[in-house]
């Protein structure tokens, strides 16, 4: 069977929710990803649930070496979206915003097309990743399960 673009769209989403789980070894309820690939930038970031604490990289693990190797995994994830969505003739998100929870399985993904984080908008991507933070912890979040 011909892989077709949802297929190699999704496995490359399920390995950034791998990634981001055993990032948190198996401990988040919940996994918040965030990427943004805008012309010449690409950025990725999470946060977790845990316990019913909203935790970021640097709650989860302390080595900061262990931290940029795994947000350069997940930006190298990015760069494989982009890439399959060239491959295939399809737009490339500006944005994507992943929900995974871990006790049910279910995946809830955003997707934006428009330019975001750009030197056009003024906003960088830790601005917007920041702000959803916020979002959540405050429990304004939109695009939650």
């Known amino acids: 069977m011909n892989k077709v673009f949802e297929d190699d769209f999704l496995d490359v989403q399920s390995r950034i929710i791998a990634l981001c789980v055993e990032f ?13 690939i805008e012309e010449n ?14 935790k970021t990289t640097n709650n989860v693990v ?5 931290i940029w190797d795994f947000l350069d995994l997940g930006e190298s994830d990015l ?4 890439e399959i969505c060239i491959h295939y003739g399809k737009p490339v998100p500006t944005e994507l915003k ?17 330019s975001i984080c750009s030197a056009k908008t003024g906003i960088d991507s830790s601005e917007i ?3 959803w ?6 429990g304004r979040d939109k695009t939650t399960l």
């Open 98 to 114: 992943m929900i995974y929870d871990c006790k049910t399985g279910q995946i809830d993904t955003k997707y934006q097309y428009n």
């Open 79 to 82: 760069e494989k979206i982009k």
């Open 133 to 138: 933070l916020d979002e959540v912890r405050n």
């Open 24 to 36: 948190a070894d198996n401990k988040a309820d919940k996994v918040y990803a965030y990427g943004s």
């Open 41 to 54: 930038s690409i950025s990725f970031n999470t946060f977790f649930n845990i316990g019913g604490q909203i």
């Open 129 to 131: 990743f920041l702000k």
């Open 62 to 66: 302390t080595d900061t070496d262990t």
